[in-house]
């Protein structure tokens, strides 16, 4: 299933969890995790953003340069 991991496993693992870091904190663990993915993939669209306007500038450059 999840790279060997059975449902045994994965039952144990998340009964460990709940014992560790209890009921409470859990959906406050989630939610941090998930703001957490979402600027990290905000920041990967800006930055393609930027390389691809970088990358219209440099053609438009040369467009010029071969007109001109």
Do not use: N, Q
């Not at 998340?14 to 920041?43: D, T």
């Amino acid at each position: 299933m999840f790279g060997g991991l059975g449902y045994g496993e994965i039952l144990l693992i998340f009964l460990i969890v709940l014992l560790l870091f209890g009921a409470k904190r859990i959906p406050e663990i989630a939610h941090g995790l998930g703001r957490g993915i979402r600027e990290f993939r905000k920041a990967v669209h800006e930055v393609k953003d930027e390389i691809e306007s970088a990358s219209e500038e440099g053609e438009d450059e040369e467009r010029k340069k071969l007109a001109g």
